[in-house]
């Protein structure tokens, strides 16, 4: 919108200047008659114009008729006239009238007969085609690979994708963005919500590294505050996501709706805080799910000296009689263990398949050498097989090394 008003204001000033000069400038005197036959002439060309309008059908008759009315009008007050202004006075009226008129009719033309709505951004946005859409990310994309070390396209690649909800390509893309992400809080606590939508919803491991770096460089990050309570409330640390909130609610529109949901957020945290302390137990907690399946991952001593804190850790849920495709998953790294986990049906992921519907599954926990879900050489594991649904409280060790 910017560049179309710049270039409509340099057409108008492009036009005032060819017009006004001449009329600025004093003409030599003229005669009462030569005055009154140029006023003719001008008559004549004029009324020619309206009837050519008229006969292309530009023109409505009653516009017509009121716009020839007005001519003669015009026409007889000049001749009556007695005296005029000098030839100098009216020109510079004149030139004054069309630097105030000129825009001003411009601008009302454009609002009656133009399209404004063109000019919103967001307009012109939903005009946009999805293949269009998609031609403008392969671009970027391929932008990328040829130069790899633009910060700023990687970032943009990443919020495309969190718009079209492809939170995977967005939480790569934001893992090449560099220091322009890790040195900006929001911006990383935009980076650990596309990793948790990634991976259904968990924010432990990494996303909960991330939220933490954001609050460490603004403790009131709105965005993070509220990411942090979400990850602490997951790991039933009440007390912790009531705190987060309650400094987030500080910063919202009291009353709003948005407050009002976060006050209620807070008062069901305090209430599981003081269930957890000793206290009654509050009279709506939510009842677990009977797939539900939870537990602490931990690594063999032996094996500690072999790993990096910076290491991928994946801990799965599988049929022990069934398809292969993980039933609920969920991503974090060596620093994070000892590692809390927590799996029901609500995080299903094989095709609707939920842990309820199989008798027995099975859980491991995998350090990933290559970073990816599948196994490779040099991998280490550990595996609890036989496991019910509804199983609290398991222990799962990694003591294993893939051949």
Known sequence: MTAFLIVAALLVVAVLAILLPPLWRAPRAASGADRREANLAIFRDQLAELERERHDRTLAEADFVQAKSELQRRLLDEMQAPSAPTAAGAGRQTALALLVVIPLAAAAAYALLGEPRALDPLQRQAR???EQIQEMLAGLVEKLKKNPDDSQGWLMLARSYKVLERFPEAAEAYSHAGKLVDED????????????????????????????????????????????????????????????????LAQIEPGSEDAKALEAAVGKARELAAAQAGGPKPANQPVTSAGAVSGEVTLSGKLVGTVKPEDVLFVFARAENGPRMPLAATRATVADLPLRFHFDDSMAM???RKISDFGRISIEARIARAGKAQSSTGDLFGTLAGVKPGSQNLRLLIDQVQP
């Open 128 to 130: 946009i085609a999805p």
């Open 185 to 248: 809080p929001r911006l990383l606590a935009d980076y650990a919500e596309v990793l948790g939508q990634a991976h259904g919803g968990n924010l432990q491991g990494k996303p909960s590294e991330l939220i933490g770096r954001a609050l460490q460089i603004d403790p009131n990050e709105p965005q993070a505050l509220l990411l942090a309570g979400a990850a602490a409330s997951d790991r039933q640390e009440f007390a912790a996501a009531a705190d987060y909130w309650t400094r987030l």
């Open 350 to 352: 094989a095709g609707g």
